[in-house]
């Protein structure tokens, strides 16, 4: 059987590549999607712990399912609002987003 | 029915006070008769209490009967709401239930038409029930709630008609003097209860007798006890309270601030006095010393005061003087049966004199005179009340007072004996005065004695009603009485500390007393008869005196000079102290802080999305390394 850290390692890496994107992008359609992989790398580690500890239960898996679901619906929501900012600014640079500041 | 069910003494009362609170103003004549009915049965009730209490005495081992209920339960602190009956109870008991009972029938006429006459009964029956709570307390705890119902109660009806300043100032005046020594008692009760781990009253005896409390220990926690009923009954210092009380309605000083509450101390202490017996003999000694200069002080007062009920509360103070002397010579029964003649011939005094204040609208004894031909029941009424107050024989207080000097004389020294004996002239002064001033002579104001006329029945047959006892009722000192009547014998027979003690006669006693005492009467109707001549001759001849009595003693204006420098003085620090310190630094100094900072950190604020990112990831790391470096 592949040792946990395998897997460990994986979403460690994953994660942060997506918090690197999250970061440094400066395009709203970008950092949305570094933040699906972050997303996603939680996903791996709940599948992981799911399968090697507790391989009776479906929790982990079950959770994972949601984190799908829920990202899906926040895709929808999130590019209608970048949608919006880009028709109000002509831009989807999120340096621009700052209209809530004091 | 019997003492099991003695609870429902207070319980009738306590009841019929909540119904008139919510209904009394729907009710027709604003439900007064609910208030006399309630306590007609308490007071018809105390007679199954009596028939069962005299059954249970015929066994030599009663201590009383006990009835109580689990109020309040932690781990080992237990709250009790008991009530308890002896024969101290007893003697409480009927001065209670007699009185109230006349007082209510009595008010019903003196009230009639005031605004307030619904809430006057409601109150009325508030403390009754109190009152009787008080009384039947078998613990310190529940006593000293009925004690701060009492004195709420009396706050009200001091202040009933509010709408007077000075009413308004005697009350505020009567509720904070009374609650100094409140402090005390429960300090003390806190004390007795921190060694004995009880509340219960028999226990705590049984507990000092054991040896349970040191010596020194025991003697200061009576002391606080005893403050409580220097306050309660007006005892100096704390006496100043008393004659402003009488800003009330008349039948509320006869029943609260003459029959009933301000006897609660005295109760109190007889109910406690085999621990003051353990403890140190400085303690009875202390309560000697105040009952005598009690004494001293309110008889001379009442030589000087002018306002017809002013002198009677003097007397009171006198009679509550004499009460403690009798306590501090280790004799409830002295105490007791002084306690229950006064009782009576106290209230007959104030309502009598109630009945003059509201036939003429006049209290000041200047404006009176020669109402004896107009209002024979009350004069004679008064003039019965008068002189059991001096101790004329064989009136009820004649053989009170001289139970107290027989008492005083044997366990005091002679000069304590001596200043009581004094005293006997001085009460005879005063109240003779009071007399030949207000009911003797030709009317001072022509157009008051004109409008004169005969208290209305209502009012005249409670005076009848309480002269009865007046007369007879001191003759329970005999054996033969006591046995007609079902008791086990004569008063000292039924109550007393360790052992019952048969009445003797005596002689030597009773003729000083009696010589002092109607000599002092005798002085004082020559002196004030005739347009008061001689009276008035003697107070200009000692006018240093005469002023020095009618401020009495500066000792009020002493208080007040004590309240507006030393009390005011360190109050202005203290509210420098909570203005300055704990408002406008404290209070006011972390909302400016919390404002500055936020003025000030708003610009980190910057609304780009990215910066916050950098912010959370860069927190969550700082958390994630201190996590793994604590770890290891």
């Known amino acids: 059987m592949i040792p946990i850290n ?97 | 029915m019997g003492m099991q069910e003695a609870w429902l003494l207070p319980a009738i009362p306590a009841v019929a006070f909540v ?50 209920w689990t109020w309040v339960e932690f781990d080992n602190f237990k709250i009790e709401l008991g009530f308890f009956v002896d024969q101290i109870t007893i003697v409480m008991l009927i001065v209670v239930s007699f009185v109230a009972l006349m007082v209510q029938i009595y008010s019903v006429a003196y009230m009639k038409g005031d605004p307030r006459y619904g809430w006057y009964f409601t109150v009325m029956c508030l403390f009754t029930a109190s009152m009787l709570t008080l009384v039947l307390a078998d613990n310190l705890l529940l006593m000293y709630a009925a004690w701060e119902g009492v004195g709420f109660c009396s706050f009200l009806l001091i202040g009933f008609w509010w709408e007077r300043r000075s009413a308004a100032e005697a009350a505020k005046k009567a509720f904070i003097t009374t609650r ?29 007798e054991n040896g349970g409390y040191s010596n020194t220990y025991l003697t200061i926690a009576v002391l606080f006890l005893f403050g409580g009923a220097i306050g309660k009954s007006g005892q100096f210092p704390l006496h100043v309270w008393l004659p402003d009380a009488m800003e009330g309605p008349t039948p509320v000083s006869a029943l609260i601030h003459a029959a009933t509450m301000v006897v609660a101390g ?30 001293m002080l309110s008889a001379t007062m009442g030589l000087a005061a002018t306002d017809i009920k002013r002198v009677i509360a003097y007397s009171t103070l006198n009679s509550l003087g004499l009460m403690f002397v009798a306590l501090g010579s280790h004799s409830v029964t002295a105490a007791m049966l002084y306690l229950f003649v006064h009782g009576f011939f106290k209230a007959m005094l104030f309502l009598g004199s109630g009945a003059v204040i509201h036939a003429t609208e006049k209290q000041d004894v200047n404006d009176l005179g020669g109402l004896a031909r107009k209002m024979p029941v009350t004069s004679i009424t008064f003039a019965l009340g008068a002189a059991a107050m001096i101790g004329v024989i064989p ?77 007879i009722g001191g003759l329970v000192v005999f054996h033969g009485v006591g046995k007609a009547l079902g008791f086990p014998g004569g008063f000292g027979e039924f109550v007393y500390l360790e052992e019952p003690e048969k009445f003797k006669f005596h ?6 007393s009696t010589v002092l005492a109607v000599g002092g009467a005798a002085i004082g109707y020559y002196a004030w008869a005739n347009g008061a001549a001689l009276a008035t001759r003697v107070r200009q001849t000692f006018s240093p005196i005469a002023a020095l009595l009618s401020h009495r003693y500066y000792i009020d204006d002493i208080y007040q000079w004590g309240i507006n420098h030393i009390i005011l003085g360190l109050g202005a620090v203290l509210a420098w102290f909570d203005r300055v310190i704990v408002n406008d630094t404290g209070v006011d100094g972390s909302a400016e802080l919390g404002y500055l900072a936020g003025n000030e950190l708003k610009y980190t604020e910057t609304g780009k999305i990215p910066n916050y990112a950098l912010a959370i990831a860069a927190g969550v790391l700082v958390i994630a390394v201190l996590f793994l470096v604590l770890e290891a």
């Open chain 2, 266 to 295: 005295v109760y109190m202490v007889a109910r406690m006095l085999p621990v003051f017996e353990v403890a140190d003999p400085i303690a009875l000694d202390v309560v000697t010393i105040l009952g005598l200069t009690t004494v």
């Open chain 2, 507 to 512: 002689v030597d006693i009773a003729l000083e």
């Open chain 2, 395 to 471: 009136l009820s207080g004649f053989w009170a007072k001289d139970e107290v000097l027989h008492a005083a004389n044997n366990a005091q020294n002679v000069f304590c004996y001596l200043v009581l004996l004094a005293s006997l002239v001085i009460t005879g002064l005063y109240m003779t005065r009071l007399y030949v001033l207000t009911f003797l002579g030709e009317p001072k104001d022509r157009h008051v004695y004109d409008h004169a006329h005969e208290a209305e029945p209502l009012m005249s047959v409670p005076l009848v009603l309480l002269a009865i006892p007046t007369v």
């Open chain 2, 19 to 68: 119904f008139l609170l919510l209904f009394g103003a729907y009710l027709p004549r604003r439900g007064d008769w609910v208030a006399i009915a309630a306590i007609g049965a308490s007071f018809v009730l105390f007679f199954f209490v009596l028939a069962d209490l005299l059954d249970a005495v015929k066994d030599p081992e009663f201590v009383g009967g006990v009835k109580s």
């Open chain 2, 180 to 208: 100094i020594g409140d402090v005390g008692f429960l300090i003390g009760i806190i004390l007795l209860w921190r060694e004995a781990n009880t509340f219960n009253i028999q226990e705590i005896i049984h507990f000092a």
């Open chain 1, 6 to 102: 395998h897997f460990l390692v994986l979403s460690t890496i994953l994660f942060s590549i997506g918090m690197y994107g999250v970061l440094s992008r400066r395009n709203a359609v970008l950092v949305l999607m570094s933040v699906e992989l972050m997303l996603q790398a939680v996903s791996i580690n709940f599948i992981t712990f799911a399968a090697y500890l507790d391989p009776q239960k479906a929790t982990g898996i079950i959770f994972a399912v949601f984190v799908i679901v829920v990202a899906a619906a926040e895709v929808g929501l999130a590019l209608a609002m970048i949608l919006r900012f880009y028709r109000n600014k002509q831009t989807a640079n999120v340096d621009e987003a700052d209209m809530m500041k004091w």
